[in-house]
């Protein structure tokens, strides 16, 4: 039997769209995946995932949230449309993915500027309603991780709620995290041979806080790189982070589930 564990982010849209989530399911539970976090990004798939949820209570909790990269002008309606889901019989788990998201500014400077403004102004709000709420983060960070803590810091937000979700940063920004007591998760970029950098930085977290998530359908293990990515495949992730951090797959893989457990409230 593989050992047991939760993706802690993936994207699942296109897959209930078409009407394969059983099959994806199951093939999930096959490879030892007994639950996951399917991850919202914008309006277009808030309402999906509740229902989602619903209807596979104790194996699939869901979140809200306006990605950076979807911060378009009118953005401020999207957010005022999160906090009614925390309301619903079936509840988000956090609040995610949020964020900002430096590197596919426009290449003109102030179209890039503006871009940066909403976005900060956009995960500013958002972070206020978690702050609100008590509720966890799932934080998009990239190439943009002091400006990501500078604002949860100024947040007030509790940061024992918080992870980075793809956490590629390095060393130093993995100690910083843990100075302030918060969480990362991996991906299947840990697997790849030149992401050194990565595998340095979860040596340096250890597995306390650990989570591990696949971001399907983006970003497959190595065995399957360039191919869509599916929660039946954290296995391979689990493996390579079991050999960075010395120890056995099954004691690792409780550890994760466990703290995925105790975030998400599977």
């Given at each position: 039997?593989?050992?047991?564990?939760?993706?802690?982010?993936?994207?699942?849209?296109?897959?209930?769209?078409?009407?394969?989530?059983?099959?994806?399911?199951?093939?999930?539970?096959?490879?030892?995946?007994?639950?996951?976090?399917?991850?919202?990004?914008?309006?277009?798939?808030?309402?999906?995932?509740?229902?989602?949820?619903?209807?596979?209570?104790?194996?699939?909790?869901?979140?809200?949230?306006?990605?950076?990269?979807?911060?378009?002008?009118?953005?401020?309606?999207?957010?005022?449309?999160?906090?009614?889901?925390?309301?619903?019989?079936?509840a988000p788990a956090a609040i995610g993915e949020i964020?900002?998201?430096?590197?596919?500014?426009?290449?003109?400077?102030?179209?890039?500027?503006?871009?940066?403004?909403?976005?900060?102004?956009?995960?500013?709000?958002?972070?206020?309603?978690?702050?609100?709420?008590?509720?966890?983060?799932?934080?998009?960070?990239?190439?943009?991780?002091?400006?990501?803590?500078?604002?949860?810091?100024?947040?007030?937000?509790?940061?024992?709620?918080?992870?980075?979700?793809?956490?590629?940063?390095?060393?130093?920004?993995?100690?910083?995290?843990?100075?302030?007591?918060?969480?990362?998760?991996?991906?299947?970029?840990?697997?790849y041979p030149k992401s050194t950098?990565?595998?340095?930085?979860?040596?340096?977290?250890?597995?306390?806080?650990?989570?591990?998530?696949?971001?399907?359908?983006?970003?497959?293990?190595?065995?399957?790189?360039?191919?869509?990515?599916?929660?039946?495949?954290?296995?391979?992730?689990?493996?390579?982070?079991?050999?960075?951090?010395?120890?056995?797959?099954?004691?690792?893989?409780?550890?994760?589930?466990?703290?995925?457990?105790?975030?998400?409230?599977?």
């Open positions: 039997m593989p050992p047991s564990l939760i993706d802690s982010h993936c994207h699942p849209a296109d897959v209930i769209r078409a009407g394969t989530f059983s099959a994806y399911r199951a093939e999930a539970e096959a490879a030892g995946v007994v639950g996951l976090v399917a991850i919202g990004t914008d309006p277009s798939d808030w309402s999906l995932y509740r229902d989602l949820a619903a209807a596979n209570p104790g194996y699939v909790r869901h979140t809200v949230g306006l990605h950076p990269n979807h911060v378009e002008e009118g953005w401020e309606d999207d957010v005022t449309a999160l906090a009614p889901f925390f309301a619903d019989t079936v964020g900002l998201d430096y590197f596919r500014l426009p290449e003109d400077p102030a179209a890039a500027a503006a871009a940066k403004a909403r976005q900060q102004d956009a995960f500013r709000r958002q972070l206020a309603l978690a702050y609100e709420l008590g509720c966890p983060v799932v934080i998009h960070s990239r190439s943009a991780f002091h400006d990501c803590v500078r604002m949860i810091d100024a947040s007030g937000v509790d940061w024992r709620k918080v992870v980075f979700h793809c956490f590629t940063e390095s060393v130093e920004c993995a100690r910083e995290l843990r100075r302030r007591g918060g969480r990362a998760s991996f991906t299947g970029v840990l697997t950098v990565t595998r340095a930085a979860l040596a340096s977290l250890g597995a306390d806080d650990l989570m591990l998530e696949t971001d399907a359908p983006y970003l497959a293990p190595q065995s399957h790189r360039g191919r869509e990515n599916r929660p039946a495949y954290l296995g391979e992730t689990l493996a390579t982070a079991a050999e960075v951090l010395h120890m056995e797959p099954g004691e690792l893989a409780a550890r994760t589930t466990a703290n995925a457990r105790g975030f998400f409230g599977f």
